[in-house]
Every structure is written in C-alpha cells, then in structure tokens.
C-alpha cells in the first residue's frame, strides 16, 4: 500500500512540474507587462486619468464591433443587438470594453492575469443589475481557458493588447481554437513606424503623459502586413484593417486612411469545408455572408 501511495504521489509531483514547465515556458503573459498594469489597476474608471484614452476610443471601436457583427447576421434584436452573442474580451482590464458590449446584450467573458483588474471589473459591474448577469470576469491567460473553452466562443476582442503578449503566434492560435469555425477576431493596436515612436512614446508617454511612462516598448508594436499574415497562417480571414487617429487636443479618436499609428483589424476564423457543395459557391460564400463596417 505505501509503494502504491509513493508512486501516486510521484506521478502527481510529475505532472505538476511538467505542467509549471509548460505554463512558465509557454506562455503568451509577459510578468513585466503584468506589473505595469497592476500599479494602475484601481485608475481603470477615471474617465480623466491614465485611461482617458482607452475611453473615448470606446467611441469608435464598439460602433466598429456592433455594426461589422450586425451586417454578418440576419437576427437583429431591437435594443439589445448583439443578444445571443458569446464574447470573449481578452485583456479586459477593469472591463471598459466588456461593459458596453454587455449593454448592447452580448453575454461577455473578461480575462486578464493582473488580478486586481478583474477585482476592479467586477466591482464596476456590480452596480448594474443587468450588467452582473452578462458579464463574468475571470483573473486568467487566454492559453489558460484554451482546454475549457474549445471552440466556445462566436467572437473575441483583443484591444490594445497584442503590444503587450510575449509571445504573439502562440496567442493567435489560442483565439482560433477557443473561437467557433466562422467567429470574429476584432484586434486594436499600434503600427511599428517611426512615427509611432515619436508619438506614441516620446510624446504620448514622455512628453504630455497621455499614457503612463513605460507603458509601450515599441520594439513589440507590429505592422499590419505582419500581423494580417501572422492571422492568415493561423487560418483567419482577414476582412478590415482600417487606421485609427487620437486627437489629444480633443481626447476623441477617428477613422483615418493612414495606418502610421494605431489600426483595427476584424478577422474571420475560416469556417469548416462542406463537403457536398462544388468548390466554386465555397469561394463565393464568404463575400455573401461577411461583411464589414468599414
């Protein structure tokens, strides 16, 4: 019996170093990055502090999730438009995203590993009955839900957080496989130019304090044309990639042609083939069913 209960223990103690090998060495959470936010985890809702930006980009980035979902479906639910929708926000912060996307009826789900962040979410969210009901936060990695939520959900925002994972493909391939063949990846984030250096760092961060000093590392921005093959090698379709302008005089954001700075992309995981339809209506299919709001 004690030769039994050693071995099972050390068959436990196995798999529990493995499994911290694994999650150590395979992760797309950067710890640095982590600390960052968590000094800041009790500012999420100063709508004039740290976050201003964030807040106003609300403006146009849930606009650009409701109308590309809306012109993708024919059931259409007046005052809640996005009811029956399952959403993943990854990097949800202390839910300035998932709480407008909740009021617009989608069920959301917030992760994000900085736990003060989601105590800070769930407090929030706490003071709208309606709001408590359709949106669960959850202190997590996207590559720790991956087993648990295989294929769950019909769309996942990731705003303002490519920037910020150590390891980008690994975090693309976890949204395809926690995403619904034909589900919707929207992703807000900055070019990799001179000009976003400049402004997004040395002006923004240095100079007027738009964002906290040592929030960007530029050497993790990433150009569209990267982050369009990136999604395509990991079996999306790219449909949107728009530019995206911050006016801080104003505070306010604005579509712009330009990619120099901040960009959009919406992406569709590519749906399962079927097999009883000739190859010519599966190329055609996509452009009848998807569109965008650009």
Not at 136 to 142: H, I, V
Not at 217 to 222: D, L, S
């Amino acid at each position: 019996n004690i030769s039994v209960v050693l071995m099972t223990f050390k068959l436990s103690l196995f798999r529990f170093i493995v499994k911290r090998l694994f999650s150590t060495s395979h992760s797309s959470v950067d710890s640095k990055e982590m600390k960052k936010f968590q000094l800041l985890a009790h500012k999420w809702w100063d709508e004039e502090g740290e976050y201003a930006a964030l807040h106003s980009m609300n403006d146009i980035r849930v606009p650009f999730i409701r109308d590309t979902l809306l012109s993708m479906s024919s059931n259409y639910h007046l005052g809640n438009p996005l009811s029956g929708i399952k959403i993943l926000d990854v990097g949800c912060g202390g839910g300035l995203l998932s709480e407008p996307l909740g009021r617009l009826g989608a069920s959301v789900t917030g992760i994000d590993p900085v736990e003060d962040n989601i105590r800070t979410a769930d407090r929030h969210k706490s003071f709208d009955p309606v709001l408590a009901k359709r949106i669960q936060y959850k202190s997590s990695s996207l590559e720790e839900i991956v087993e648990e939520s295989m294929e769950t959900f019909d769309v996942i925002v990731a705003s303002e957080v490519v920037e910020h994972v150590a390891d980008l493909e690994m975090f693309i391939k976890c949204c395809s496989q926690v995403l619904k063949p034909d589900g919707s990846l929207f992703i807000t984030t900055i070019n990799k130019t001179q000009l976003s250096y400049v402004l997004g760092i040395v002006v923004a961060e240095k100079i007027m304090g738009i964002v906290p000093e040592g929030t960007h590392e530029w050497e993790k921005f990433i150009p569209p044309e990267e982050l369009e093959h990136l999604l395509e090698s990991n079996g999306f379709l790219v449909k949107t990639v728009k530019g995206m302008l911050y006016n801080p005089l104003s505070g306010s954001w604005s579509w712009t042609e330009s990619m120099s700075l901040n960009y959009a992309v919406h992406a569709v995981k590519a749906g399962a083939q079927p097999t009883d339809t000739p190859p010519e209506t599966d190329i055609q299919q996509p452009s009848a069913t998807a569109g965008t709001a650009g």
